[in-house]
């Protein structure tokens, strides 16, 4: 079975600084898919970046970027020139390329943004 | 992008009566819906996968006669806690997939007296 692992329970930055938040995820399959999402204090689940298996080039949203590692299944998220809104659950999931379309979530990483 | 909606955003009801909480895509239709439960500061629990047309699907140690799901058509699927329990309360979270993203409704907290 997948599964995903978040092993930064809790990180912080300065505000206009750059943090890496760390995902290693396991799995046998070789088509798949990754993705962060946010999650704010609103509760309301946010898509940050999505990055498919196939694909050898790294994700890049405006100031969120991924270090895809697909040998070492790795998956971290970049942030940078961080803003007070980007304080928020950040979680790292995985999806199956097959039929199976359900998402496995690590467990989160609450980043807080320091003015 | 896509929208999901849940109702109620909020509902408090006391123990061991029933509950209802619908999710709706308003602009994709969804063959599948999942449901989700989440404790304060805890990742999201896969609850079950719902089919329009079809009975749904369970994750290990979900009560399906406790957690009823149907999915009556391709833009609504209802949860309903039935007999709810303080154990019960907790916010409930449906998603959908449009393209290869996993849209969200915003959640319902449910807290059972």
């Known amino acids: 079975a997948q599964t995903v692992t978040q092993s930064q329970p809790e990180m912080s930055v300065q505000e206009a600084e750059t943090v890496t938040l760390s995902c290693t995820y396991d799995?046998?399959?070789?088509?798949?898919?990754l993705f962060w999402y946010k999650q704010p204090p609103s509760r309301q689940m946010i898509l940050v970046i999505r990055?498919?298996?196939?694909?050898?080039q790294n994700a890049t949203e405006n100031r969120f970027s991924v270090n895809f590692q697909k040998a070492a299944k790795s998956f971290s998220l970049k942030i940078s020139d961080s803003q007070l809104g980007d304080a928020a659950m950040y979680f790292c999931?995985?999806?199956?390329?097959?039929?199976?379309?359900?998402?496995?979530f690590g467990t989160g990483t609450l980043l807080a943004v320091q003015p | 992008g896509a929208v999901v909606s849940q109702h109620p955003s909020w509902v408090i009801c006391k123990s061991g009566t029933s509950v209802k909480i619908e999710c709706r895509s308003l602009?994709?239709?969804?063959?599948?819906m999942f449901w989700y439960r989440q404790f304060p500061k805890q990742s999201l629990m896969l609850m079950a996968t719902?089919?329009?047309?079809?009975?749904?699907?369970?994750e290990q140690g979900v009560e399906k006669d406790k957690f009823l799901i149907n999915h009556a058509s391709l833009t609504l699927s209802t949860l309903t806690v039935t007999s709810a329990h303080p154990e019960d309360s907790s916010f409930y979270i449906c998603?959908?997939?449009?393209?290869?993203?996993?849209?969200f409704g915003p959640g319902t907290r449910l807290t059972v007296t």
């Open positions: 999931a995985y999806r199956s390329g097959g039929a199976t379309n359900k998402l496995i």
């Open positions: 799995t046998s399959e070789s088509d798949y898919y």
């Open positions: 990055q498919e298996a196939y694909k050898q």
């Open positions: 602009d994709f239709q969804a063959t599948t």
């Open positions: 719902s089919n329009e047309g079809s009975k749904a699907t369970y």
């Open positions: 998603s959908g997939w449009a393209a290869l993203e996993q849209y």
